[in-house]
């Protein structure tokens, strides 16, 4: 049965209005041979659960599917609903989370949990406005959550939408600048009936079919409809402006650890880059390496610091990083504001990927 498709009179003809129908007649009858098994989706027999969606929808943001999976589904057996999430720790969070990258999402994950819970007695609001004021719940998050788990008639409009309907439509102009005309253009396409699933149709649709490099049009459901196909120009849409070249920033890193193998680690501002996390001592970040000879005058104690060869390079969205690495033993442990931590204790604790390299590279012979 043909879904309808909510489209104002003013700015569409009925020829438009019946291309729309169309796509999404189309896009959601393939979804229904073709949707993936994802372990946060619902089968079509089941009720969403709004706390899956949403935890869903904040581990994806700026992540792959495949990286996700182990992630959601731990947390999930750890914390089960938004209640048990929210009496968790922000270090017990941030220590789950470890390895997904984008730590912010974390903390705000853990606060949104204990607004829903402590003020909303566990229910998340039900429409994409009042979900904007969750912390980490930006527009396409909560238009996602909104379509999926409640049925608003939402236009979540991620990467891989972002790309379908730019090629739907031939959108020339280029990304970031088109984004609002983009997420225009599929606030016509939402249908009135079944949003949800045709917020999830997009998405699949572009991470199986309208994929970036050699998209698999004769096989798309709604290649048809596709200005860009039938202008042979799909695979240079969505057009892209050019990226700024990114920085490479240079430091040294101290790793101090006491007689018993313990690593002393202190904790990061909890505002900007790895916001609340653990680490060991860093000198500041500059363009160069500090010079060997001053390396030490940056520790932040004294002791018989060796200098490891080598450093460990790390990449983060905006800069690539280079860390000469510094080790020292002690038997007598220095006074110090930080914390020292087990190698036992050291697997659970909130410490990110690249400080687990620090620590790795120091601990080498």
């Known amino acids: 049965m043909a879904v309808s498709v909510a489209v104002p009179k003013r700015s569409h003809n009925s020829r438009s209005r019946a291309r729309l129908a169309s796509v999404a007649d189309a896009l959601l009858a393939w979804y229904d041979s073709h949707r993936r098994d994802l372990p946060w989706r619902a089968r079509p027999d089941e009720t969403p ?40 720790s922000q270090d017990e969070v941030l ?30 609001p039900r429409s994409s406005a009042e979900l904007k004021k969750l912390p980490g719940v930006g527009p396409y998050t909560a238009a996602a959550i909104a379509a999926i788990a409640f049925g608003e008639r939402a ?20 990304l970031p600048k088109a984004k609002a005309k983009l997420a225009s253009m599929a606030e016509h396409l939402v249908p009135v ?8 149709a997009l998405m699949d ?10 998209p698999l049009c004769g096989k798309c459901p709604v290649a048809l409809h596709c200005r860009a196909f039938a202008s042979g120009i799909q695979e240079q849409l969505p057009r892209k402006a050019p990226k700024r070249a990114r920085p490479l920033k240079r430091g040294a890193a ?12 202190v904790r990061r501002p909890e505002n900007g880059l790895l916001g609340g996390m653990l680490q060991p001592p860093l000198g500041p970040w500059t363009e160069a390496f500090p010079e060997r000879a001053c390396i030490i005058e940056e520790a932040p104690f004294m002791g018989d610091w060796v200098v490891k060869s080598g450093f460990v390079r790390h990449v983060f969205t905006h800069f690539f990083l280079e860390l000469v690495i510094c080790a020292a033993h002690f038997n007598r442990r220095p006074k110090g504001e930080g914390y020292w931590l087990a ?5 659970g604790a909130a410490i990110p990927t690249v400080m687990r390299k620090v620590i790795a590279h120091a601990a080498k012979e």
């Not at 730590?103 to 007695?121: E, F, K, P, T, W």
């Open 193 to 200: 009936e079944r949003p949800g699933d045709f917020a999830q």
């Open 155 to 174: 236009a979540a409009i991620d990467a891989n939408a972002e790309r379908v309907i730019a090629r739907l439509f031939a959108v020339e102009e280029a």
């Open 343 to 347: 190698r036992e204790e050291l697997r």
């Open 49 to 88: 659960d709004p706390y899956r969606v949403w935890l869903s929808e904040i581990m994806l943001q700026q992540t792959t599917v495949a990286a996700v999976g182990p992630y959601y589904n731990a947390f999930l057996k750890r914390w089960p609903d938004v209640k048990r999430l929210a009496g968790a």
């Open 254 to 265: 101290f790793v101090a650890f006491d007689a018993k193998g313990c690593v002393y680690l």
């Open 95 to 124: 220590g789950a989370w470890a390895g997904l990258g984008y730590y912010s999402r974390a903390r705000n994950l853990h606060r949104a949990a204990g607004i829903v819970a402590r003020d909303m007695n566990g229910a998340f």
């Open 205 to 214: 649709l572009g991470a199986e079919m309208c994929t970036v490099k050699r």
